[in-house]
């Protein structure tokens, strides 16, 4: 971008493909990882264990729940406050108020962008990540999914469970 117009800036920021997106949703590593990775900074991801470090929740550890690249924004699991409304809602965090404690080094592409930056991942740590982010994946789909009081199948969605009983059951539809 070569305008210095802050109109122009707002509208490419707003207009901003979701690769460049996921790059400023990024937050610092803590000292140590800097270290052993070899990098500054890495993109945030859902599974990170993170540490807020300014704001209203500061000094809470928590994973990430869900990141948000329309908005920007970093909402975590555990860290919950009440709303107006007197709902409990999990707040949104920009994510330079956050510095990654444990990364969610699973995905092979963030392994990738770790080796490019000259950093290295103990094969120890890749596989022990894969099997909690396995272990994690099983445990989310059993407690928020549709059960099926037939067979015990879990579907992640109403839709889901009753396409299987109409093709797996079809009795039961009658």
């Known amino acids: ?4 117009k802050p109109k122009k800036q707002r509208k490419e920021a707003a207009m901003a493909p979701n ?4 790059k400023k949703v990024a937050a610092v590593l803590e000292p140590d990882l800097r270290k ?3 990098r500054r900074n890495l993109p945030l991801r859902s599974g990170d264990k993170v540490k807020v470090m300014r704001g209203d929740f500061s000094g ?3 994973k990430i729940h869900s990141v948000n690249l329309k908005k920007l924004k970093v909402t ?4 919950k406050k009440e709303n107006v409304g007197g709902m409990e809602v999990r707040p949104k965090i920009d994510p330079s108020n956050l510095m990654i404690i444990e990364p969610n080094l699973s995905d092979e592409k963030r392994g990738k962008i770790v080796k490019r930056s000259g950093g290295e991942i103990s ?3 890749k596989h022990e ?3 909690e982010r396995m272990e994690e994946e099983t445990k989310e789909t059993e407690e928020r999914g549709f059960k099926c009081e037939i ?3 879990t579907f992640d969605s109403k839709r889901g469970l009753s396409i299987h009983k109409g093709k797996a059951h079809p009795d039961y539809m009658k």
């Open 36 to 38: 052993e990775l070899g």
């Open 60 to 62: 809470t550890e928590d």
């Open 151 to 153: 067979c015990g199948d």
């Open 123 to 125: 094969e120890e740590l």
């Open 19 to 22: 690769h460049t997106r996921q």
């Open 1 to 4: 971008m070569k305008s210095k």
């Open 76 to 79: 975590l699991e555990d860290l």
């Open 129 to 131: 990540k894969k099997e």
